[in-house]
């Protein structure tokens, strides 16, 4: 599998480092504004691969480098977060649609039949404006999502409860940012209902701290966000069919339209194989509406950068 990262900033070459130590691809492409930096982190990367489980080719290069890519993951911004967790994601909307607008239609043309993985906040504006400059069907674009998030509550249940966070079922959904909820009505270990317990509510609220914390401390993140990328990436390598919340396209979920938010999502080899219709708790579908206005707002305003630039 031929794998691209588009904008190798911190999230970016945490990623690479993710991609040839899990042996995610046989082919690592890193594109970046920086060429000779970019030069020194293909080729350590490279001698990393030669340690690594299996036989990854890492090379840098420019956008025609990307050619034939089976995955093109963008996490290419104008602010220096490249997809961390600012404490205001929406604030990047504007400069980063203005760059997706010019380099998005050109991967598209040079790798039709990629999956195109968002990474870049605002990651659901984002994913948005990637479905609209690419032109490909919804279920080959995709981005991160509140899959992050979703890790760090179940993280800080596994924690509380000191049960493994692979059998806690929690999930965050709606929008990576600041409107994101926790589906209560849907927490579960082993079976057991969690979602009644205050405790529950507590993690969550503790979870929308969390980011801003490690942003404060260190003055970015990439170690969790590219570690979902990972996630992704593995599941379209194994066509495992492995269910996690990312940003996708929402069609007629109770009402929504024409918006990305999170949601579960089957992950396999053709990207999302499909998107799961739970039920929602009242309170639930509000905050996701909620959620979606938020984004459409934001989406409406940016509409001139999501047709391809004039050239």
């Given at each position: 599998m031929k794998v691209s990262i588009v904008g190798v900033g911190k999230v970016g070459v945490t990623l690479g480092y993710s991609i040839v130590l899990k042996g995610l691809a046989t082919e690592l492409v890193?594109?970046?504004?920086?060429?000779?930096?970019?030069?020194?982190?293909?080729?350590?990367?490279?001698?990393?691969?030669?340690?690594?489980?299996?036989?990854?080719?890492?090379?840098?290069?420019?956008?025609?480098?990307?050619?034939?890519?089976?995955?093109?993951?963008?996490?290419?911004?104008?602010?220096?977060?490249?997809?961390?967790?600012?404490?205001?994601?929406?604030?990047?909307?504007?400069?980063?649609?203005?760059?997706f607008q010019q380099v998005v239609p050109k991967i598209a043309e040079l790798s039709p039949?990629?999956?195109?993985?968002?990474?870049t906040n605002p990651v659901d504006v984002l994913t948005y404006a990637t479905l609209k400059l690419s032109g490909f069907d919804r279920h080959r674009v995709l981005g991160t999502g509140t899959l992050i998030d979703s890790a760090r509550f179940r993280s800080l249940l596994s924690a509380h409860y000191e049960i493994h966070s692979d059998d806690i079922r929690?999930?965050?959904?709606?929008?990576?940012?600041?409107?994101?909820?926790?589906?209560?009505?849907?927490?579960?270990a082993g079976g057991w209902y969690m979602g009644k317990d205050p405790e529950v509510k507590r993690a969550f609220e503790k979870t929308l701290s969390v980011a801003p914390e490690v942003f404060l401390a260190k003055g970015?993140?990439?170690?969790a966000v590219a570690s979902a990328a990972a996630m992704i990436l593995q599941a379209i390598k194994d066509n495992s069919h492995h269910t996690m919340p990312v940003s996708t396209?929402?069609?007629?979920?109770?009402?929504?339209?024409?918006?990305c938010l999170s949601l579960p999502a089957v992950i396999g080899q053709e990207?999302?194989?499909?998107?799961?219709?739970?039920?929602?708790?009242?309170?639930?579908?509000?905050?996701?509406?909620?959620?979606?206005?938020?984004?459409?707002?934001?989406?409406?305003?940016?509409?001139?950068?999501f047709q391809p630039a004039a050239s």
């Open positions: 890193l594109v970046s504004r920086s060429a000779e930096r970019i030069r020194g982190e293909a080729l350590d990367l490279q001698h990393a691969a030669a340690l690594g489980p299996s036989r990854v080719r890492v090379q840098a290069g420019d956008i025609e480098a990307t050619r034939g890519s089976q995955v093109v993951v963008l996490a290419l911004a104008q602010s220096a977060e490249q997809g961390g967790s600012a404490i205001d994601r929406i604030a990047t909307a504007r400069p980063n649609a203005q760059l039949d990629a999956i195109l993985l968002v990474v929690a999930y965050v959904l709606g929008e990576h940012g600041e409107s994101q909820f926790p589906v209560l009505s849907a927490v579960y970015y993140t990439n170690f396209l929402v069609d007629g979920y109770y009402g929504i339209e024409d918006v990207g999302i194989a499909q998107v799961l219709s739970i039920a929602l708790s009242e309170e639930e579908q509000a905050q996701l509406r909620y959620s979606a206005q938020r984004l459409s707002t934001v989406n409406e305003s940016l509409a001139p950068f």
